[in-house]
């Protein structure tokens, strides 16, 4: 096998990407490979007086952070922000992926994500994330798009992968 073959590892299927035709059949779905993301994170000192950066790999944002920005109100970025930046675009994406395939393609749809950390017993912990969204869509009804925005709320990548915050949700229709 060479680095061009490529395991699917659901159906156990070999296919070689720069070879040729794969040797076995191809599954009825089709297989999507996506890109893995990187971000990376540098820090220097102890908690509290030390400092770092976080960069992500696609160079869009890089940025420095301490122990102010993140548990006071000092300048600079935390990590809770990113976590709320990437749910508030992920859920954005997503509803407007829902509407769209509802028939009810979206104009605009904007998204807060307000994330809160707190010190508890056991240490710090995302305790929850509000998302406010409000989204300009042609033709839908308020029920029909609340009903579509919780079913996103649920459904979108950076919501699954954040199962253990609660997140709460607050959907405006704004056809004008």
């Known amino acids: 096998m060479t680095k061009d073959a490529v395991q699917h590892n659901t159906t156990h299927c070999i296919y070689f990407v720069a070879m040729g035709p794969p040797l076995f059949t191809k599954p009825s779905k089709e297989v999507i490979i996506m890109p893995v993301r990187i971000a990376d994170a540098m820090w220097e000192g102890n908690l509290k007086d ?33 976590i709320g930046a990437a749910l508030a675009g992920c859920f954005s994406m997503a509803l407007a992926h ?10 605009r749809i904007y998204t807060t994500a307000r994330v809160k950390i707190e010190k508890l017993e056991e240490g710090f912990k995302i305790t929850s994330i509000a998302l406010d969204t409000e989204a300009e869509v042609p033709g839908i009804g308020k029920q029909a798009f609340m009903e579509k925005a919780e079913i996103t709320k649920k459904t979108c990548p ?10 709460k949700l607050q959907a405006k229709l704004v056809n004008k």
């Open 50 to 82: 030390g400092k770092g950066r976080v960069k992500l790999g696609s160079g869009a944002f890089e940025g420095a952070y301490s122990f102010s920005s993140r548990f006071e109100e000092g300048a600079g970025a935390n990590p809770e922000e990113l």
């Open 98 to 107: 829902e509407l769209a395939q509802s028939g009810y393609p979206p104009k």
């Open 158 to 167: 950076v919501s699954k992968a954040l199962t253990g915050t609660e997140i």
